[in-house]
């Protein structure tokens, strides 16, 4: 019988072909145009050459005349500098900025414009929001759970690389493989969390192994729409029915990324990173001192190398396998150890079952190893990568006869480290009222629920393997074999494990010796393997581990050892970025039946659709060869991708309608030579975003009045062959900034943690929420940042920018799309924080507007909407403020109240202003706030 997939591929396979069939004695079919490399066009000839002021002018004035369609005359100074400051850094311009704009007249007013606002800092934040869109940046990982996750360094990368200008190539090639580049950054590492910005599943009972399939999909999915404008998803699970790209040649992409740790590693902020440079400059001097005193310091290191390594203990492994309930799933690795993902219960005892044939056993041996896809490294689960356990214990059973069993009577424990003994932080708080604490392994088998063997050494200490060893009164082997059962009890967690209050261990290995006296090995594991190199074979960065261990074990430098302790104390606690980390095992890739992660078919190897220019000759198979080849200018459409999504970000449209696909598909480009052109402009400057910008931003094109005649109307609705500017409304982002530049409430700090902007509490407890989630309202300055660095929540999206259409971060946004409901006015009349912004605003009104009237009005007006209001506006504003004002008189609304949110009196009034004065100058500034125009870039 034929399968299903076998007849598909057929169909396939014959629609190709007939696609491609050429008649006899006719030309064959050209390649499709976006599958060529750009070449740069001649600059067309224009008959209304005193319009052109660059390259952008004379393919869009060409178009026009071939139309018959005149362009639009120029905007006026006022609302094109407010056109340009929204379109550049993401706010209107302030009262000062305007007002020495419209005085220059030395012709260059606007160009020293646009200079200064690509050198704004907020420039890489207006245009770093749109990228994330394509990265599909959020702070939760979505899903039942939606935890909360710090990747806002990766937030700040992208601004800090957009405002330093580096060339695009580079700012993909860092994202995809930036842990892959010679001696890499932190900031390289931290870059390459563009990938792993997908979702990730917490949800009891799942496969991991599943969630990071559909991770690595929404990955290639995210490559194909902000990277090369193709739907490459479409070939997941069949070829693709457009696109010459086969299902086999997509997994070989896939193969690219296949093979990399789903990391979260340490990262720190410059100050930080200054500080740390500091304490390890302090820490080398102090050590340095101690070499430089001590001439037989090497001596006394090799005899002390002697003496601990030998009498150490056989231990032998035992591979088990996981007997409890499954919620968190631990596999298998290589070195026989098992490591947790998926869901993390707080309080939760995992039990794991192996043989062993071994005719003595008398010490069972605990390692805990660091893994890169755990919490800051691990070995924990936590969030500092730390964990507790609370008890442990063994059983031991006959394999001939599983009813002969017993349990384990531990005589002692040690470990190589615990933490001294300290209260359970507050993270971990389980509502049960007990006081619990860590410390010392005793606590391990004191058989007390409130204790637990802590293994937190401090910011920079804490990240690394430990062991414990237990050992038995008696022999607990059976003569025939024996099965060993494990009980690991972790309940020092919190109350609720949806929002980081586990305390688990997370990746663990454990062995069996016959030893009685065995003791838990006191040099860390990284010293073991440095002992295990020849002497003479060793680097200087491994003499420089070893010296710094064993001068912790010598007596006479306990001085020098205090001081060093004490600088450890220093050392910041950083925060975490989810990164890649490339495996030192590559995993096999498969092409998979129906994309179904359950049925692998045949395996492949990482390669390219053949429709695309090949790989170079012998480049090795690593991420970094596809982030290279991604930005090969032979490769035809990256550079006309992010020119395009440019070009759509100013205009409202793209020179190609449909950014995420440029295959067979997609829709003809309006002007294809200035496509081409401006692709071939950033690539000859050197990849610069920055040059694109001005020449766009400085084209006669772009400076166009926006005005609709009934003629443009008709022609043009879209404003696809750009007879006049495009009038948008503004981004989600910018409908609030916008209101705070106004206020005068914006704080303009740039970076740092995402904060909590107000917002209805009832959204994050059940069941608006799956499982409560603290959200802790901001109440200084960090309440007035902009819109940017509010919290993404993916399941509960902030209600300011989902109803401006802000996308939530799900999958890959390269165009977002526009939606005018009355929704959005009752959200900027009523919304917390524009609320607050016309109070504000009416109080800056007062004191800075003027002492009449209309002085006040126009002030308002022009700090809201950057341009002189008409003699009908004012009238109209005038008369609101005294029907605002009769209104309050009449005890309709409460002046206190609609002036300052509050019901208590107010203490800070302006000289001479009552507060039914500064309530009706609110309604004023709340309807300037709300106007149509207010949040449209004209």
Known sequence: MISIRTVLSLWNLAAIALLAATPPGTAAPARHWAFEAPARPPLPRVHTAERLRNGVDHFVMARLEQENLPPSPEADKAQLLRRLSLDLIGLPPTLQELDLFLADESGTAYEQAVER??????????????????????????????????????????????????????????????????????????????????????????????????????????????????????????????????????????????????????????????????????????????RDTTPDWETRMDQ????????????????????????????????????????????????????????????????????????????????????????????????RDPDQKTTANILQASADFANSERDLEP??????????ITGPIGFAIDGKEETAWGIDAGPGLRNQARKAVFVTTTNIAFPGGTVLTFHLKNNHGGWNSDDHQNNNLGRFRLSVSSSENAVADPLPATVREILGVPTNQRTAAQIQALFSYWRTTVPDFQDTNDKITALWRQWPEGSTALTLM????????????????????????????????????????????????????????PARVMVNRIWQSYFGIGIVDTPEDFGTQSQAPSHPQLLDWLACELMDH???????????????????????????RERDPYNRM?????????????????????????????????????????????????????????????????????????????????????????????????????????????????MECSRALSLLTIREGGATEPERIRYAFRRTLGREPEAAETAELQALLERAKTHIRDGWVSAVELASGDTEPLSTLPPGITPTELAAYTVVTRALLNLDETITRE
Request: some cysteine.
């Open 686 to 712: 050197r990849w610069s975003l920055k040059h694109i910008h001005r020449l766009i931003t400085l084209s006669t094109t772009y400076r166009q009045s926006s005005r609709m005649t009934p003629e443009l």
């Open 117 to 290: 606002l690509l050198g704004s800092p907020h420039y890489g934040e207006r245009w770093g929001r749109l990228w994330l869109d394509a990265a599909r940046y959020a702070d939760s990982d979505g899903y039942e759970k939606d935890k909360s996750r710090a990747v806002w360094f990766y937030r700040d990368w992208v601004i800090n690389a957009l405002n330093r200008d580096m060339p695009y190539d580079q700012f993909v090639i860092e994202q995809i493989a930036g842990d892959l580049l010679p001696h890499p950054t932190q900031d390289q590492r931290v870059a390459t969390g563009f990938l792993r910005n997908s979702m990730i599943n917490e949800e009891g009972g799942i496969d991991p192994e599943q969630f990071r399939m559909d991770a690595m999909y929404d990955r290639m999915d995210c490559i194909g729409k902000s990277i090369l404008g193709l739907t490459i998803q479409c070939a997941q699970c069949h070829d693709h029915k457009y696109d010459p790209m086969s299902q086999r040649e997509y997994y070989r992409m896939f193969s690219f990324l296949n093979n990399s740790h789903e990391a979260q590693q340490t990262v720190y902020t410059p100050d930080q990173q200054t500080r740390i440079a500091r304490l390890q400059r302090s820490m080398n001097d102090l050590e340095q001192h101690l």
């Open 582 to 637: 490339a495996r030192d095992t590559p995993r096999q890739t498969h092409v998979l039946t129906r994309g179904d992660w359950l049925h692998p078919e045949d395996s492949v190897t990482p390669g390219t659709p053949a429709f695309l220019p090949p790989l170079p000759a012998d480049a090795p198979e690593t991420r970094l060869t596809f982030a290279q080849w991604l930005m090969d200018r032979r490769n035809p459409t």
């Open 722 to 834: 750009l007879a006049r500017s495009s009038r948008i409304r503004v981004d989600a982002e910018l409908v609030r900034d916008i209101a705070l530049r106004a206020g005068g409430l914006l704080n303009p700090e740039v970076g740092g943690p995402s904060v909590y902007s107000p917002a209805p509490q009832f959204l994050f407890k059940p069941p608006v929420s799956f499982a409560p989630f603290s959200w802790n309202e901001e109440t200084g300055s960090d309440r007035y940042r902009r819109s940017l660095y509010t919290f993404r929540r993916r399941s509960t999206p902030f209600p300011m920018l989902q109803t401006f259409d802000a996308p939530n971060g799900d999958s890959s946004c390269v165009r977002r799309l526009q939606s005018n409901t009355p929704l959005q006015a009752l959200m900027t009349l009523n919304e917390t924080v524009s």
């Open 427 to 436: 993270n971990f708080d389980d509502r049960s009222g007990r006081k619990r």
């Open 304 to 399: 002390w190398e002697h003496r601990v390594s030998t009498n150490l203990p056989v231990w032998t492994v035992v591979r088990s396998v996981q007997v409890s309930e499954p919620d968190t799933r631990f596999s298998e690795q290589p070195d026989g150890s098992l490591l947790g993902l998926g869901y993390a219960p707080t309080q939760f005892t995992f039990s794991f079952r192996g043989t062993n044939a071994l005719p003595i056993i008398r010490a069972v041996r605990l390692e805990l190893i660091p893994d890169p896809n755990l919490p800051a490294g691990g070995p924990g689960r936590s969030f500092k990568g730390t964990g507790a356990l609370t008890e442990f214990s063994v059983e031991a059973a006959d394999v």
